[in-house]
């Protein structure tokens, strides 16, 4: 009853005229019968949009911290949050998880929509993150229809840490559904699993246009709260691989040129200490710029038939 006034007197409403979100692919929802809704995860304000313009209600599982609140704020969180249809979800793994995508299990079992964030956690930089396998967990034990959404422009109007929102519109589109019917029997195939979740992943960052990471967002996360906590500045990605690449550059080998030939029992003949002398009068160049026809060599590279600069640089 309360997630039903919520939505379709209060909050939903309300919300519609603000924000004006805008829907694709609605129709892609069916009307009746079990159903996983997966979406990226880009701000709080996801599990608020979604619901609303879904017209059946949608259980989410939610995480355990919303639920597990102290004092008497502790305690109203949690009730809101299970008055509006959002379940615990324990993410540290092991029993505790097992548990909690047994209660979305019950969701799919009565024929509900139960929707999940396969990324674990919200964004912290606006890109799409390595999915877990929770969701093939279920998909492939249930056999129900995938659809995939993607949330579009939720991180502006409520970036995380921001309380109250930018009022500006939102997006939502949703994807045909996805069948792994053909999994059949191989829900506890690890390969499998993992198989299932990178194509619904795949699926969200076609929808959403995201920059894909191959990596948990969580595990992000804990490296960017210890940098802050450290006091270091997030490195540019690639810096690390430039860095490596100058000393690369700069580094020179010791020892015989590649491909010389040592024999074993004599010792390797000793590199001369200056480059062998070019010049017919005997003398020493001891300057080291080489001869008139060396230097007027030098001069001549970088022509049609010295192969030249690359192509397209003038």
């Not at 919200?122 to 659809?147: E, M, N």
């Not at 002398?277 to 020493?284: L, N, R, Y």
């Amino acid at each position: 009853m309360f997630y039903w006034v919520m939505k379709r007197i209060i909050v939903g409403p309300i919300l519609n005229l603000i924000f004006r979100p805008w829907v694709k692919g609605l129709d892609n929802v069916p009307s009746s019968g079990p159903a996983v809704i997966v979406s990226n995860h880009l701000s709080f304000s996801d599990s608020i949009f979604l619901p609303i313009v879904v017209p059946r209600p949608v259980v989410f599982l939610a995480k355990s911290e919303y639920f597990n609140g102290k004092g008497f704020k502790g305690r109203l969180t949690a009730l809101f949050f299970r008055l509006s249809n959002q379940l615990p979800m324990d993410r540290s793994g092991g029993a505790a998880s097992s548990s909690s995508l047994t209660a979305g299990m019950d969701i799919l079992n009565e024929g509900g929509v139960l929707g999940i964030y396969p990324e674990g956690t919200r964004s912290p930089d606006g890109r799409l993150y390595r999915g877990k396998t929770g969701v093939a967990k279920l998909v492939l034990a249930t056999g129900v229809p995938v659809i995939p959404v993607a949330m579009i422009g939720t991180d502006k109007v409520q970036p995380i840490g921001r309380r109250i929102p930018n009022i500006r519109r939102v997006g939502i589109i949703i994807g045909e559904p996805l069948d792994f019917t053909r999994y059949e029997g191989l829900q506890e195939d690890r390969f499998v699993q993992r198989s299932v979740t990178d194509e619904i992943m795949y699926e969200l960052m076609r929808l959403s246009g995201q920059e894909y990471v191959d990596a948990y967002a969580n595990t992000v996360k804990e490296q960017l709260a210890a940098e802050k906590a450290a006091g270091r500045k997030t490195p540019k990605p690639g810096a690390d691989s430039r860095r490596a690449a100058v000393r690369m550059s700069n580094d020179r080998p010791s020892g015989p040129a590649p491909g010389a030939v040592t024999e074993i029992g004599r010792p390797a003949p000793a590199e001369p200490m200056c480059p062998p002398e070019d010049s017919t009068d005997g003398k020493d160049n001891r300057d080291g710029a080489g001869s008139k026809d060396d230097r007027d060599g030098k001069k001549n590279k970088g022509s049609k038939d010295g192969g030249g600069p690359a192509r397209g640089v003038k």
